[in-house]
């Protein structure tokens, strides 16, 4: 397999070396320790001991099958450490397993992978059974990392359980993060103290925190979710799905959130709060003394589904509270379990709720002082929703409505399969507010309701 390992070295200077393991040298520490900016180190399939630093521009290359070079780090540190690494370096093909992180200041941070002020790209990347205070399966502070194909999974800690991205700039393309557990903020992902995040075609599934941000914890920081799916993650606290406090500014754009469980905001919870289970370590402790100036949550919510998300105390699907700003628009939410489909805690919030579907949420749809315009309460007919896939069917009255701007549609996916069995016939709005509870629109109509009024009557289940 040596060959094909080969065809994915990157291009190097002719003075490079390569160095094989165990051919050229013992073990990935002793040849790790002789690599220098250009050179590779292949390593051949199997398990080896290994807590070592990368210097800046190698690469380190497993040979053979995804999964069969595993770094164990054999509960001494984290597998691997990055300092000062440039977009040069290359980690690829490799399972990170058995760390527990790197001591600073009597905090542990970065369980599988410790890197600062490093830019480094990991390439089908597994970082599994690691722990840390900080960063379960990998910490990254400062610098510009980006991971592709990478899986992040069974790793805990207190915060960012998977993964923690302290300032910086981070990018996860295809990423998966999942069974991982935090005891105080981020089951899957913690972001704070500026940092930016965005990821792509990637899920959070089956994460969980004691208290707030089951698969997902953002904290003065930035974050931009493109096709995302965010499933099954639960916390005690606030956010099952996705927490965004202060400072934050958090973009949701045909992300699917399912099955997510809270105290508040199954879905989602946008707020002003930060960390309340235990004070921050350390090196994260800007997110805490950038509060004051840093105001609250604004998410914007674009084209998403939420599909049976629940709440115990407040909002099935999302919660919106403190003084959070929240735009939710061409979205669709139903199923939701306890608590109202969307919530609002705090009248000082601000709400732009429009061109949603809002459907079978308990115990209505929206709860006290949350109102919108162009709300529908329809099935909005997914082509096999107990599969997973939440598309539109052909004759789904989501695939093409007024309110939306031409060529659009509600929710994450747009039409994905033929013509489904009808569910819905033709109601009034009489009907629909002696089954869904009064019309959430404001009282005073607003303008060009008239010609609104002229559309074609809204659709309900069917009684069958």
Known sequence: MAWAAALLLPAAPAWSALYHVPGDLPSVGAALGLALAGDTVLVAPGTWSCSADVHTGVTLLGDGLPG????????QGAALRLADANGSTLLSNLVLTGGTGTLVDQTRYGGGLYAVRSSAVLSRVRITGCSAAVGGG??????????????????????????????GIARLDTCSLSANSATSAGGGILSLNGASLAMFLGDLTGNSSSADGGGMYFLNSTANLLAVTVAQNTAAGDGGGIFSGMGCGLSLNTDVLVGNRAARGGGLYAGCGGPTARPLPGRLRGAARAAPGSGCSQAAILGNTFVGNTASVAG????????????????????????????CLDLRASLDLRCDDFWHNQPADLGPGCSG????????????ASGGDYGLCSNSPMASVPCTISGTFLGAYGVNCGSCAPAVRTTTWGRLRRLYGPDPRPATAPAGAAAASRAPATRLPSSR
């Open 138 to 167: 990998a910490y990254f502070e400062q610098g510009a990392p980006a991971l592709r194909g990478c899986q992040l999974d069974h790793n805990q800690g207190d915060f960012g359980a998977g993964l923690a991205l302290n300032h």
């Open 68 to 75: 069969s070079v595993v770094l164990d780090a054999g509960g």
């Open 316 to 343: 099935g699907a999302a919660a919106l509270n403190d003084q959070a700003m929240l735009g939710f628009v061409y979205n669709i939410v139903i199923q939701s379990g306890g608590g109202y489909g969307l919530s």
């Open 373 to 384: 315009t162009d709300i529908a309460s329809v099935d909005p007919m997914f082509c096999n």
